[in-house]
């Protein structure tokens, strides 16, 4: 594992309380920096907030909620006067499971309004906060995922919504080129997370006996022939925050065990 160092840095995980939301927060917090997690499950948050080590805050936040948002970024400049970093990571496995035309509308707001609006809205806050300072070197890494580079079979609207993640920060990338906000994406494969259990229980049809079939089904897709870990997505995204070369621009950084290297 690589040691990395954000003392005296601020930083905001969305989706923080669970899987690489968290990995992503705890590594933060372990590398020195002061990290606030938002997400809207106070439970999973304290349960998050008790296994980190360092110092973290929880804002219960609705991110799909414009005043909710706000009162977040509010929150965060009243306590700490600035923004460093920012993760958005806040997801859901929405989307799935069904031909395009079995998905009503209802569905389709909800998998957009998580995953792509609420992304949305951070973004606009956490500019206008970075913004602020224009000496401080600041960073926006938002995570789309794997799905989002292609097609997606029984998956359109989670795959629809991620692309637009990676659509969304290329144009902040450029728009920002000349400020000192430098903005980002990563794009994650499997990783071994609840909302990847959750994908693969649903293959199963509810029969736990086969939950090792549909995790082996998943690891031979992958050159690696393994999941990731949620750790070696912290450990690229406090990278991306640190050492990279400041020439990269709107870069989209692909973390999958090479899973879609034979196509891209």
């Known amino acids: 594992m690589v040691n990395f160092d954000f003392s005296n840095k601020i930083v905001l995980v969305t989706g923080g309380s669970s899987g690489l939301g968290f990995a992503t927060a705890r590594a933060f917090a ?18 998050a907030l008790s296994a980190i080590r360092g110092e973290v805050e929880y804002i219960q936040t609705n991110l799909e909620q414009l005043a909710d948002v706000r009162y977040l970024f509010e929150q965060i ?19 799935v499971g069904k031909p395009l035309t079995d998905f009503t509308e209802a569905e389709f707001d909800s998998t957009i ?3 792509l609006k609420s992304l949305w809205l951070c973004m606009k806050y ?17 995570v789309s995922s794997v799905n989002g580079l292609g097609g997606v079979e029984y998956g359109a609207l989670y795959a629809a ?23 980002d994406v990563i794009v994650p494969g499997a990783f071994d997370t609840p909302m990847l259990l959750k994908a693969m229980e649903m293959q199963t049809g509810g029969d736990p006996n086969k939950l090792s079939a549909v995790r ?15 750790d070696e997505f912290a450990d690229t995204v ?10 990269l621009l709107g870069h989209t950084f692909i973390i999958d065990g090479g899973y879609s290297s034979r196509v891209r």
């Open 30 to 47: 372990e590398s020195g920096a002061t990290v606030v997690i938002a997400s809207r499950n106070p439970q999973k948050a304290q349960q």
């Open 77 to 95: 400049e009243a306590r700490f006067n600035r923004l460093d970093i920012a993760v958005n990571c806040a997801a859901a496995e929405s989307g």
């Open 113 to 115: 309004n998580i995953n």
């Open 126 to 142: 956490e500019i206008e906060l970075m913004g602020k300072d224009p000496e401080a070197n600041t960073h926006i890494v938002n």
């Open 161 to 183: 919504s991620k692309a637009g993640v990676i659509a969304l920060s290329k144009s902040a990338a450029l728009e920002l080129v000349k400020t000192n906000i430098s903005v």
């Open 216 to 230: 082996q089904q998943y690891e031979q897709m992958i050159p690696m022939g393994r999941v990731g870990y949620p």
């Open 238 to 247: 406090l990278w991306m925050c640190s050492t990279k070369s400041p020439y």
